[in-house]
């Protein structure tokens, strides 16, 4: 049987794959499934066959991954989740750039991606010079050309936990908003999760994955609502955020993350009346190395 008569059953199959990937164990995975033993194993067995090669291997009754398995998981883990966030209008393309949007009772989300040239045309003198230092610096961390704008950076690492914070700067607009205190008890702990589901969060992520795997750039528009500081319930904030391929001077990767707060945000179904109630934090100095950001209300 050829791949192409496989394919009504694909999205079953990488579920069945998937859900036994994590588990290891038959049993659970039908549990979690809601399926039969007979069913998972048929789909595993499609899948080997049109794949040509073996997921699994059963030791001591136990399944165990594959090397072809554990290559063939990663883009499997992304197709379930680009088709169950689809699948609930989470997720798009305008203009060939990723749209990702949720919502959850009272807290909702928009995220949309934006050609990285935008950034010369900002009035963000802050994001101009840290892209300019990124590529003066080959995107080494410690190298002399990041010092002046290392401290309105975020620094990730991914672990097996997960991206975790490793470095807060101090003037970064994350301490602006949380305080420094929560910052730095958040370095080395595993990046909180939105409401919106596992599927929606893998979304999340896959930016990350991408400019870590690529070394490139990457520029968002992103509206959503977090707490601040010791405050009570969620406020809305909207914000550009670059984000940039990084290495440790270990030459371990890194994504490096700017976020500038400003209502000039693009994002397609976002009520313009629900930005004139952010308060809008601005970059207008950035000289020498210096930035600082002047708070108001917009209305």
């Known amino acids: 049987m050829n791949a192409q008569q496989h394919h009504p059953l694909l999205f ?70 680009r088709a169950s966030a689809w699948l609930r209008g989470q997720t798009g393309a305008n203009n060939n750039m990723q ?17 990285v040239g935008q950034i010369w045309e900002y009035d963000d003198p802050l994001m101009r010079e840290t892209f300019r230092a990124w590529a003066m610096s080959a995107g080494q961390i410690e190298h002399p050309a990041f010092t002046h704008v290392r401290p309105y950076l975020i620094v990730y690492r991914h672990t097996a936990a997960g991206w975790i914070c490793v470095e807060f700067g101090e003037e970064s607009f994350y301490v ?30 896959q930016p990350f994955h ?24 969620l406020e809305p904030i909207a914000y550009r955020r670059l984000m940039l391929g990084g290495r440790f001077p270990d030459n371990s990767l890194a994504v490096l993350s700017l976020v500038t707060p400003t209502v000039e945000i693009d994002v397609p179904d976002l009520d313009p009346a629900r930005l004139a109630r952010v308060e809008n934090f601005a970059s207008v100095v950035f000289d020498a190395g210096e930035a600082k950001y002047e708070r108001f209300n917009v209305n």
Do not use: C
């Open 99 to 115: 749209y990702l949007t949720a919502q959850e009772g009272e807290w909702d989300f928009f995220q949309q991606q934006q050609p």
């Open 176 to 205: 602006q908003w949380f305080g420094l205190a929560m910052a730095r008890s958040s370095i080395g702990r595993p990046l909180g999760r939105m409401p919106g589901g596992e599927d929606f969060a893998r979304m999340l992520d």
């Open 12 to 81: 079953e199959m990488i579920r069945s794959f998937t859900t036994l990937a994590r588990h290891l164990n038959l049993s659970h995975a039908v549990a979690e499934l809601n399926s039969t033993r007979q069913t998972v194993r048929r789909h595993i067995a499609q899948l080997e066959e049109a794949r040509g090669e073996a997921l699994f291997v059963v030791k001591d009754r136990r399944y165990e991954l594959t090397e072809a398995g554990l290559s063939a998981l990663p883009d499997a883990l992304d197709m379930q989740a």
């Open 210 to 233: 991408d400019v870590e795997a690529s070394q490139s750039a990457r520029l968002d528009h992103i509206f959503t609502q977090v707490p601040r500081m010791e405050s009570v319930g």
